[in-house]
């Protein structure tokens, strides 16, 4: 197992504004993904603003060999959890806890695409119809490529659309090596051209930022980095993520490598120079989430100045 180099850290969460978000949302028994997939950036995120939620329960109908959630069987959806969701929300703007951007993500419901999109859209709605000027991003799955199911998230109008490429195509099925005798793959039932595809009907529509995520340190080689950030430009993705791959157990893939802070920097300036790419935050620490109000703000702002309506 290769040690995990100094500047592989994460701030303790601490601060006024973090423990209130942390009561409230327990009190309304919302799930945030910062806690289930163990972001390490829980406290800084929190305590500028931004919280994660994940919707359609906390139990995902997919294997894949890099994330903490559990898997399974998904439970009953609960068509009431929009509603819930927007509650929760109120009582935090009610208690005077700042926050000024949420991000909707959720587990994959393959059983249930249709109905889980329908949860999404509904959400979004109901957030916006609170009238508090919060931004909501929505961190999709790939609903199997419906796009009945990406047409019910269009018409919610989120500010912002992510899909997470998650890491280059030849690494999606390729078994590897865990911490333990069993083999598994970064994301075995997902397909790389259909997140794609995926990507490119959303990013036809301006109005909408799209935004995709991918992790380093899984095997990849740097021609594949810059290869998977050129088709994320070729269907028109605007915010890009670049972070390294934490393994959260031993059963888990294992590292492949730790990349420094100057090669993350390298990807930024390569990422930045695309066409269609117009924000990348590369790091060590960086999650899709992470400093997620700045990236929706410094697209705006590119976007304005480049004229593009």
Known sequence: MIKKPAWIKSEIPVGKNFNELKSIVAKNKLNTVCVEAKCPNVGECWSLGTLTFMILGDTCT?????????????????????????????????NNAFIDHVVLTSVNRDDKNYESAKI???????????????????????????????????EAKPDVVNHNIETVKRLYRFMQDTGTMKKRAVRPQAIYERSL???????????????????????????????CINDLNSVG????????????????????KFYNIEEFN??????????????????????SSYHAEKQLSNAKENIKKSGIS
């Open 62 to 94: 997919r294997s894949c060999g890099f994330c903490a959630i559990k898997t399974g069987r998904g439970l009953n959806i609960d068509y009431l959890e929009p509603k819930r969701l927007a509650r929760g929300i109120l009582d935090l703007k009610k």
């Open 197 to 227: 595809r995926l990507l490119k009907f959303f990013s036809q529509d301006f109005n909408i930022i799209t935004k995709s995520g991918i992790m380093i340190g899984l095997g990849e080689s740097k021609s594949e980095i810059l290869e």
């Open 237 to 256: 993705c605007q915010i890009v993520t670049v972070g390294q791959y934490l393994q959260p157990s031993k059963d888990f893939i294992n590292v492949s």
């Open 120 to 154: 999404f859209s509904n959400s979004i709605k109901e957030i916006k119809n609170l009238e508090l000027d919060i931004k909501v991003e929505v961190l999709i799955p790939d609903f199997l490529g419906d796009l009945e199911c990406y047409q019910l998230i269009l």
């Open 266 to 287: 390298k990807i930024k300036e390569y990422a930045e120079l695309q066409s269609n790419i117009i924000s990348a935050e590369c790091g060590p620490m960086v999650r």
